[in-house]
């Protein structure tokens, strides 16, 4: 009797230690598991689909702009003679976390009508952040591109 005594009790308490230890471990993981899995949904789904609402919001903001600038544009260039003006495009930049536009002036020089100069301004602050003043006929499409290639790094960075 003496192998049915404390000996087989003690290694049965033992293995519900060893048991409980595991039951420990594995629901650690599987919370860790969990809040991985809640912080990657997070950061994937949510935040991007917020950051688009905002992104939609702005872009809005930014096409109510238009008769205002409209405006501007007329009052800066419409009293001069042999001049015409075309406002492009309006669109929100997160680079400078702004509305821009760009639009073109076209010069004429007693009646012959020459390249149009190109700009991109802030419609907040009227700040100029890039422009091409008439260029040569030469140069014109290679200038056009580089043109809209600076824009579309303000608009889709």
Do not use: H
């Amino acid at each position: 009797m003496e192998g049915f005594g404390p000996q087989p009790c003690g290694r049965l308490f033992v293995s519900k230690i060893n048991n409980m230890e595991k039951i420990k471990q594995y629901k650690f993981i599987i919370i860790i598991t969990l809040i991985i899995l809640g912080v990657s949904v997070y950061f994937l789904y949510i935040k991007p689909e917020s950051k688009k609402k905002a992104d939609f919001s702005r872009k809005q903001e930014c096409q109510k702009l238009q008769t205002e600038l409209e405006r501007r544009l007329r009052n800066d260039y419409g009293s001069a003679l042999y001049r015409d003006v075309t406002l492009d495009k309006i669109f929100y930049s997160p680079v400078e976390d702004s509305c821009l536009y760009t639009y073109r002036v076209w010069d004429s020089n007693r009646g012959l009508l020459r390249s149009p100069s190109f700009y991109l301004k802030d419609a907040l602050t009227n700040t100029e952040l890039y422009s091409i003043i008439s260029p040569e006929k030469e140069n014109f499409v290679s200038e056009t591109d580089l043109f809209e290639k600076t824009v579309s790094k303000y608009e889709n960075p």
